[in-house]
C-alpha cells in the first residue's frame, strides 16, 4: 500500500511539474479550444441554411459552388473526402482569427513556435485578437520583426469539421475553389514540423486545383476561368519577384559588415526594403492596381512580412516541374505526393 501512495504522490508531482513547465502552453491550447468550439458550435448545417427563407440567394449560390468544389476536389483531384466544409459559420462581418508571425531583424530566419503532434510552427493563431498582443508586444522587445494579420480561413487536420465562413463567401468564384481545395490539401496531407513544405503544397494544388474545376464548370473562355486566369498569372509573377526578393534579402543581411553600429544596420536595411518595393512597380502584371501597397508614414514591411512568400511560394517551380512530368495530371500528382508522404512516415 505504502509504495502505491508513493507512486501515486511522484505521478501527482510530476503531473503538477507538467503542468507548471507548460502553464502558458496549457492555457493557450484552452483558449483556443474554446475559440475553435465556439464556431463549430455556432456553425449551422447547409441544409437549414439553404432553407432558411432569410438566407440571401448570393450566399445559397455560392454555398452550393463550395459543394461542387468539394466533390471536384475528392472525385478529380484525390483530396481526401470528409464533412469538411458541410456547415455554415455566420461572422457577422468580423474577423475570427488573428496570426502572429515574426523574424530575425537581420536574417531571414522565422520565428519557431513549438507544438503538441504539429512540431515546429511558424506562425500562431489566436481567437481572440488581445490575446495575442502581450506575445506580439515580447517578441518586438526581443528585436524580432513582426506581423500580425487575419486569416481567412485555416484547417483543423481532421480534429474538428472546418465549416464555412461567411467571409469566404465575399471572394470571386476562382478564389472560393482556390481556398476550399488549399484547405482540404491541409486536411489531405500534413508533415508535423515542415510548414514551409505543408503550405507551399496547399498553394500550389489550390491554384492549379481552381483552374481545373472552373475549366470543367465554366469552360476555358468563361471570364471565370480567364480572370482567375489572369489573376493566377500576376500571382506567379509577383511570387517569384518576392521569393527572390526574400533570397537577396538574406544576401543583403549576411553581407553586412559586423562592425557596423544597429542604427546603420537599420538604416541599410530601410532603403533596401524600400528598392524593392518600389521594384514591384516595374511587375509586367495584368491588375497592377492589385499590387500598390500604402504603408503608414515611413513605415515598410519587414523580415516577417517577407518571409510570408517563402512559406507559401518558394517550393512552386519545383511542384511544377513534378507536375509536368506527370503530363500536368494533378490527381496523380497527388498520388505522388500521397506515396512519398507514407513513406516518411
Not at 6 to 18: D, E, P, Q, R, S
Not at 28 to 55: C, F, S, W
Not at 126 to 154: H, N, V
Not at 300 to 318: C, H, I, T, V
Request: aromatic share 14%.
Amino acid at each position: 500500500m505504502k509504495h502505491i501512495r508513493k507512486v501515486l504522490l511522484l505521478l501527482i508531482f510530476t503531473i503538477l511539474i507538467i503542468v507548471i513547465g507548460y502553464r502558458n502552453l496549457i492555457s493557450y491550447g484552452i483558449a483556443q479550444l474554446r475559440g475553435q468550439l465556439h464556431i463549430i458550435y455556432n456553425a449551422r448545417p447547409l441544409e437549414d441554411v439553404m432553407l432558411d427563407k432569410q438566407t440571401p440567394d448570393s450566399i445559397k449560390q455560392k454555398l452550393l459552388l463550395i459543394q461542387e468544389i468539394r466533390k471536384y476536389a475528392v472525385d478529380s483531384l484525390g483530396l481526401k473526402d470528409s464533412k469538411n466544409y458541410s456547415t455554415y459559420f455566420d461572422q457577422k462581418g468580423k474577423p475570427v482569427l488573428w496570426v502572429i508571425t515574426a523574424c530575425e531583424p537581420f536574417a531571414m530566419k522565422a520565428y519557431q513556435w513549438h507544438f503538441p503532434f504539429l512540431g515546429d510552427v511558424s506562425y500562431k493563431g489566436f481567437f481572440e485578437k488581445d490575446r495575442g498582443i502581450p506575445e506580439l508586444e515580447a517578441l518586438k522587445k526581443s528585436g524580432y520583426d513582426t506581423d500580425y494579420g487575419t486569416a481567412g480561413g485555416w484547417s483543423t487536420l481532421g480534429w474538428f469539421k472546418d465549416p464555412i465562413l461567411s467571409g469566404m463567401l465575399r471572394r470571386k468564384e476562382g478564389q472560393i475553389a482556390e481556398l476550399i481545395i488549399h484547405e482540404l490539401t491541409h486536411s489531405t496531407v500534413y508533415l508535423p514540423g515542415s510548414v514551409d513544405y505543408n503550405e507551399n503544397l496547399a498553394t500550389f494544388v489550390g491554384e492549379q486545383g481552381a483552374l481545373r474545376f472552373l475549366r470543367a464548370k465554366y469552360g476555358s473562355n468563361s471570364k471565370e476561368f480567364t480572370n482567375y486566369q489572369f489573376s493566377q498569372e500576376d500571382e506567379v509573377i509577383y511570387g517569384d519577384y518576392m521569393v527572390d526578393a526574400c533570397n537577396k534579402l538574406d544576401s543583403f543581411y549576411k553581407a553586412m559588415p559586423s562592425k557596423l553600429t544597429i542604427e546603420k544596420k537599420y538604416h541599410d536595411k530601410y532603403f533596401y526594403i524600400k528598392d524593392l518595393i518600389l521594384g514591384i512597380k516595374t511587375l509586367a502584371l495584368h491588375q497592377p492596381e492589385r499590387y500598390i501597397f500604402h504603408f503608414p508614414g515611413d513605415h515598410l514591411p519587414n523580415n516577417a512580412w517577407f518571409m510570408g512568400f517563402s512559406r507559401y511560394r518558394k517550393e512552386q517551380g519545383d511542384f511544377q516541374a513534378r507536375l509536368t512530368l506527370l503530363n500536368n495530371d494533378l490527381k496523380s500528382f497527388m498520388n505522388k505526393v500521397l506515396a512519398s508522404k507514407d513513406k516518411k512516415q
